[in-house]
């Protein structure tokens, strides 16, 4: 009979030590899937679930725009900036300072995957020089924000890591005479490029 109870107990032991081994390695597990999230991921997430949910984002420039994301790339996000004007923007990732979202969206963004390719799109490996490159080809006015200052003009020509930009007014057109000077701007201090 005493044998019996020593087994009973030995048991009810080795199974608490398993269930509490096995809790520790979902904590684990968990700590490791935060640890691998970046904040595209966390970002991604409330866009995929709640489309028409805006976020908050507080830019290095100082800047906080409302925005709503409408488009993903390797590193930069495009965002629809006012819901009454319509305006779009590029916004890099690395700009990003902080990111403001509703109480509903954390969870969202936490249960994000974590560094997989949403979808495997295209356009989520897109990198920034090359949506950058595509406003210099179509000659779109653009305004932008970088960590110093405002410039508005056409995007002129592409490099690896900067943009030349023909400063002008946002309501004229590109035209020799109304060009005020040229700016080299280098992708790590942009901001913004709103369009």
Do not use: K, Y
Not at 67 to 84: C, H, P, Q, S
Not at 127 to 135: H, I, P, Q
């Amino acid at each position: 009979m005493r044998w019996n109870e020593l087994f009973d107990d030995l048991e009810g032991q080795l199974e608490h030590e398993l269930a509490v081994d096995e809790a520790g390695l979902r904590v684990e597990e968990e700590r490791l899937r935060l640890g691998r999230l970046a904040l595209r991921d966390r970002l991604l997430a409330p866009a995929e679930e709640c489309p028409d949910r805006w976020l908050r984002l507080e830019l290095r420039d100082g800047g906080v725009e409302r925005a709503r994301a409408t488009g993903f790339g390797r590193d930069w996000v495009a965002v629809e900036l006012d819901a009454r004007v319509r305006r779009t923007g590029i916004v890099p990732l690395a700009a990003i300072v902080a990111l403001g979202i509703e109480p509903d969206q954390v969870e969202p963004s936490v249960r994000s995957l974590g560094g997989e390719e949403p979808g495997g799109s295209l356009a989520a490996r897109l990198g920034l020089a090359f949506v950058v490159r595509d406003l210099c080809r179509r000659r779109s006015t653009v305004e932008v924000r970088t960590s110093v200052r405002v410039l508005t003009g056409t995007i002129d020509r592409v490099g690896r890591d900067h943009f030349d930009l023909a400063l002008h007014a946002l309501d004229e057109p590109r035209r020799r005479g109304a060009v005020s000077g040229f700016a080299i701007v280098a992708f790590d201090q942009l901001s913004l490029v709103r369009l």
